[in-house]
Structure formats: C-alpha cells, structure tokens
C-alpha cells in the first residue's frame, strides 16, 4: 500500500471527526464544521483510485487483464467492510435498548446516536444490505458504505460480463453513471414519483458523489503513466488543498458551479488535487512507517468516532465542564480519544476478522494475488 494514501485516508476520518464535533459550543460557525465532511469526498477518490490499483497491479502491463475474478473481488470487499460495519451496528442497537428507560436517552448528543429508532429490525436489515437509500442507517455515517458498495457491485457486475481491462472497465463505469443520470433526468421530468423504493438503485447509481469514484479510477491511470506532479508543486498542492478547499466554499467562490454536480466538481476536484498530490510525494516524502498504523484502523475510526463522540461529550460535561476548554483542546481531546478507541478496536476485532478470511480463502484455495493489499485498503 502507498504510505501516502494511507496517510490520506487517516486524514479524511479526522476530517470527519472534526465535522461530528460540537464545536459550535465555542461558536465555531456550522458551515465551516460542515466542511468537515470533505473527509469523505477524499475517500471516494482514494477508494476509486485503489481498485484498480488492486485488480492490475502490474505497472509494467497496465493493458493486461486482471487475474482476479468477479465473485473473488466483491468477496473480498464484503469481508473488508462489512463485518466489522455489523458489529458496531450491533453495539448501537444494544446500548439504544440499554439506556432507553434511562436519564441518558434524554441526553440530545447521546440520543443522536442511540435512540429508539435504532431498534427498528426493518432500518437494521436495509442497513446490512445497503437499501436503505438516503435514510440515516443504524449508524448514521453508514451511508457512505452504500455509496462504496454501489460502486464494488457495479465494477463486480461489469467484470461478470466479461470485461477484464482497465481502460474497457472505466469505460463502462463511466457509461454506466452517465446513463443512470440521463435515466432519472428523463424519468423524473416525465412526472413520475420516484420516491418509490423501486427507484432507489437509480437513485443511487446516479446520484454526482458516484462519480466521485470514476475519478479516482482516472486518477490511477495518470499514476501509472507517470503523469506526476512536480515535486515543488506536488508539496505546495498538498499543503495548500484543504485551506484552499474551505476558503472557496466559506467564500462561495465557486458558486451555483456544477448545479446538482456542485460538490462532485468543487469538493471532489479538490479532493483529486490532494491525493494526486501525495501520489506524486510518495517517492520524495513519504509518510513515516508508524502512520500506516493510523491508515490501517482508518475505517474503524470512521465508524467508532460516531459511537464515541456522544459518550465523550457527555463524560467531560459531567466532569470538567465546557468552560474549563476551548474548541482546540475539545478537538484534541475528540480526535486522540477516537484515535485510540479505534486502533484498540482494528487490532482486537478488524484485524483479527480479515485474518481470519485470508485464512478462508487459503482453505478455498482462492487466488492470492494482491489480498494484502486489498484487505489492507
């Protein structure tokens, strides 16, 4: 794996702790923590830019085809993300039974989290399955593993078919969100409801943050052609991305651009730039060895920090009070807090999981080629 994007995407979950901080306690603005949630555009460009990265990891033969089936893949991305994805689901439906005849239900940070509604067998299955369209999950961050297991089953499909290359399946990718686009534009101008649970794949499929991913898959064959930024650039770029990225939107500089694609051109244009950024580092300054670590439990700090961040906040009002901080040492206290609980749960449960599955599918005697670097992703 490629220290950088690593790096990057322990980046993006702290991005995404920062947007879940009630910050706004100390009046930091509400917009400005919402742009927090570039942590997630920053991941469906990586996420975009890894499978490809995994199913032709050949640089010398970019044009060959891929030695990795259509049921391996999707395999292997279930495992990935799923396990651990139900085990906090579980957790959350647990403690929303626990301290549902309590004082802390009432408890509007707590009750964010875990609340009644998340008992809901219905929400908990739709959740498992990723149907839930646009409403909020069992853990309300889910929603953004619809979205990544929108494009595995797409890239899985497209490989059912037949097509092995790099070039035929961006291609079809790339035709395949178009399409859906064109689809619910003429489906939603000819009257019909498409609020329906039917419409729902469709409205998935083509909803802007999909494309998103065909982005990062551009990106990789940038990568592997060598189109690389220089490295003063490439440096400047890095630095200079995330504040350039909140100065436009603060300012709305780049207002009404892209219409519904607004977030896919601004937010994920910029999240392009950061990680090309730090693709084209990785030779001159690559991030040090003890943050792969921090990449490492990075999905299990995007799903733990929701979990957390109730109990933290509430801990420290019942003790030291909010007085006693200000927004800095509180996103200090949120981000190392998270850190922590996090790593503990990638090396006691994650870990262990996609342990277990690479010992699986020695035992199906399933190709290896390239399972470290995909369970790793």
């Given at each position: 794996?490629?220290?950088?994007?690593?790096?990057?995407?322990?980046?993006?979950?702290?991005?995404?702790?920062?947007?879940?901080?009630?910050?706004t306690l100390y009046g930091v603005s509400p917009y400005l923590i919402k742009?927090?949630?570039?942590?997630?555009?920053?991941?469906?460009?990586?996420?975009?830019?890894?499978?490809p990265f995994i199913l032709f990891p050949r640089k010398e033969h970019t044009n060959d085809t891929t030695t990795i089936s259509w049921a391996t893949f999707i395999s292997r991305r279930f495992f990935r993300v799923w396990p651990l994805y139900f085990l906090m689901s579980l957790f959350v439906i647990a403690l929303s039974y626990a301290?549902?005849?309590?004082?802390?239900?009432?408890?509007?940070?707590?009750?964010?989290?875990?609340?009644p509604s998340k008992l809901d067998l219905r929400l908990f299955l739709e959740s498992m399955s990723f149907t839930h369209a646009f409403i909020a999950p069992?853990?309300?961050?889910?929603?953004?593993?619809?979205?990544?297991?929108?494009?595995?089953?797409?890239?899985?499909?497209?490989?059912?078919?037949?097509?092995?290359?790099?070039?035929?399946?961006?291609?079809?990718?790339?035709?395949?969100?178009?399409?859906?686009?064109?689809?619910?534009a003429a489906v939603q101008?000819?009257?019909?409801?498409?609020e329906h649970s039917a419409y729902r794949p469709l409205l998935l499929i083509s909803h802007p943050m999909m494309f998103e991913f065909l982005l990062g898959m551009i990106l990789f064959r940038i990568f592997r052609n060598g189109l690389l930024i220089r490295k003063s650039f490439a440096l400047m770029a890095a630095v200079i991305a995330i504040p350039a990225f909140i100065v436009c939107e603060r300012h709305d500089l780049f207002g009404g651009v892209g219409g519904t694609f607004h977030r896919t051109i601004v937010w994920g244009g910029f999240a392009f730039l950061l990680v090309w950024a730090a693709l084209s580092l990785e030779k001159h300054i690559a991030a040090p060895k003890w943050s792969m670590l921090l990449g490492d439990s990075s999905y299990s700090l995007y799903l733990v920090h929701w979990l957390a961040l109730p109990w933290i906040t509430y801990l420290i009002g019942i003790s030291c009070g909010f007085d006693a901080l200000n927004s800095t040492l509180l996103m200090i206290i949120n981000l190392v807090?998270?850190?922590?609980?996090?790593?503990?749960?990638?090396?006691?449960?994650?870990?262990p999981i996609q342990q277990r599955f690479r010992k699986l599918q020695q035992s199906w005697s399933m190709p290896a080629s390239g399972i470290k670097a995909l369970t790793a992703e």
């Open positions: 794996m490629i220290r950088n994007i690593q790096f990057l995407r322990f980046l993006a979950a702290a991005m995404v702790v920062f947007a879940h901080s009630p910050l742009l927090g949630g570039f942590g997630v555009d920053v991941f469906f460009v990586i996420s975009g830019f890894i499978i301290i549902l005849e309590t004082p802390l239900a009432s408890n509007q940070d707590i009750a964010l989290a875990y609340n069992t853990i309300n961050v889910g929603w953004t593993l619809q979205f990544e297991f929108a494009f595995y089953i797409t890239i899985a499909l497209i490989m059912f078919m037949g097509v092995r290359r790099y070039e035929t399946l961006t291609l079809s990718f790339a035709c395949i969100l178009f399409a859906s686009s064109l689809t619910l101008s000819s009257g019909i409801n498409t807090s998270c850190i922590v609980i996090s790593i503990a749960v990638h090396l006691l449960i994650e870990k």
